[in-house]
């Protein structure tokens, strides 16, 4: 378990604490480079290594393959990239129709968009907040090439139930699991429950190389396509000879190493998650209308961000209390917007209705969470959040 001592590590980011007298900064979400990242980002630089060729992008692969439990890890430039080409090699093209839940990031339906085919949404489950497997299942037609589950802010999905709808179907299953490293589904981790999962390591996901993701599966030959349309499509038994049209989506050495680094300490940047959102759930029970994403029984969750929801009778709305605690230097985020209320998907969804969705996007808000946070800073966040709702008359 980690110490005081160790969040105090000078690879934290520079801010002031709560008690200092000055105005706190708390970010959202931050990195912490406390392990071996420089060292291995000194090597890459010494050995001239710092594109695609090097050792770390094999050694990263390696590990994260093992960290998932999987046969397979193909590093990409971004998590975008990497669910794009997992699309393509699953063999999404135009005309298909794609089942993704209208709560997640965009790049999930963009990802969709970029293969020519049609990201068809589906509302939330009120408990998990992720896809809801019966709707899921009422949306399938004719053209439905497969379902992409989100495991949204790190709770997995209900991956039995749908991959019980996909095979019925005879569905691909894609797990979006860009905000779940280290989330276990019935004991399984993210990255080994559908037929592929794609990672992001954007600056503030849980393991962050700055940009990257990665594509996980046990499928052999899923995973040769993947590398082949990842690498502009080149075979791999002749040099400059391109079977297919690809894509330049391979992963620097440069963020490699980054990633191998905070991978060898994925236990500690997990565990803190974990410590950070229970000190949350202590401190804020009992704040009347204020819930949370509860952890299934299920379910081990990761914790990306530990995301409040106000209820709808809060007489502070969700922006007015994000601007009071941002006045008290606590950065927060709102929930995404349901992908079917932004404009390029806006007119295909017409008409539908998402309840669940639109409600926890419009009462939603996400706490600083992220590995380094202090039990200080999260004090005064628990504090202020407290302060900014009895403004208000909420007691
Ligand atoms: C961050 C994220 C992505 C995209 O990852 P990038 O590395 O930023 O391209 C995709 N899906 C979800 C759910 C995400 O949170």
């Known amino acids: 378990m980690a110490t005081e001592l160790e969040l105090d590590h ?6 002031v604490a709560p008690d200092a007298g000055v105005r706190p900064h708390i970010p959202v979400a931050a990195p912490v480079f406390a392990g071996r ?12 290594w710092v594109s695609s060729g090097g050792k770390y992008v094999e050694l990263f692969e390696a590990a994260f393959a093992e960290f998932c439990g999987v046969r397979h890890a193909i ?5 975008t990239a990497a669910l794009h080409v997992a699309l393509a090699a699953l063999g999404v093209g135009p005309g298909d129709e794609v089942i993704v839940p209208t709560l997640t990031f965009v790049a ?8 020519g085919a049609r990201p068809i949404f589906v509302d939330s489950e009120p408990a998990t907040w992720n896809l809801d497997p019966e709707q899921v299942e009422a949306k399938i037609t004719p053209r439905t090439k497969g379902v992409v589950a989100v495991h949204l802010y790190g709770h997995p999905a209900e991956m039995d139930e749908l991959r019980g709808v996909a095979r019925r179907h005879g569905l691909f299953l894609l797990e979006d699991a860009a905000e779940a490293h280290g989330a276990l589904y019935k004991g399984r981790p993210a990255g080994s429950l559908g037929d592929a999962a794609a990672f992001s390591f954007y600056g503030n996901k849980i393991i962050a190389t700055g940009e990257g993701g990665m594509v996980t599966t046990d499928d052999d030959s899923l995973a040769a396509r993947v ?8 075979d791999p038994e002749r040099r400059y000879w391109f079977p297919v049209v690809g ?3 391979r992963m620097m050495n440069l963020p490699a190493a980054i990633g191998l680094a905070q991978l060898e300490r994925a236990d500690w940047h997990t565990g803190r998650r974990r410590e950070v959102a229970a000190g949350y759930m202590r401190l804020l029970r009992g704040i009347p209308r204020l819930r949370w994403q509860d952890e299934s029984e299920w379910a081990r969750h990761a914790y990306w961000m530990f995301t409040v929801i106000l209820g709808c009778e809060s007489p502070v709305g969700r922006d007015a209390l994000m601007a009071r605690l941002a006045e008290r230097g606590v950065e927060t985020r709102p929930v995404f917007y349901p992908v079917h209320l932004l ?6 969804a017409r008409g539908e209705e998402f309840p669940v969705a639109e409600s926890l996007a419009r009462h939603g808000l996400s706490l600083p969470t992220w590995a380094g946070l202090s039990h200080a800073e999260l004090n005064y966040v628990c504090e202020s959040l407290r302060e900014s709702l009895s403004e208000a008359g909420e007691k």
């Open 37 to 48: 990242e420089k060292e291995y980002v000194a090597d890459c630089m010494e050995s001239g």
């Open 227 to 234: 590398r082949l349309l990842r690498g502009q499509g080149m």
């Open 75 to 79: 590093a990409c430039c971004n998590g």
């Open 108 to 115: 999930t339906a963009n990802a969709v968009t970029y293969c």
């Open 343 to 348: 404009p390029p998907y806006r007119e295909a």
């Open 10 to 15: 000078d690879a934290a980011p520079a801010r």
């Open 247 to 249: 894509y330049n989506y």
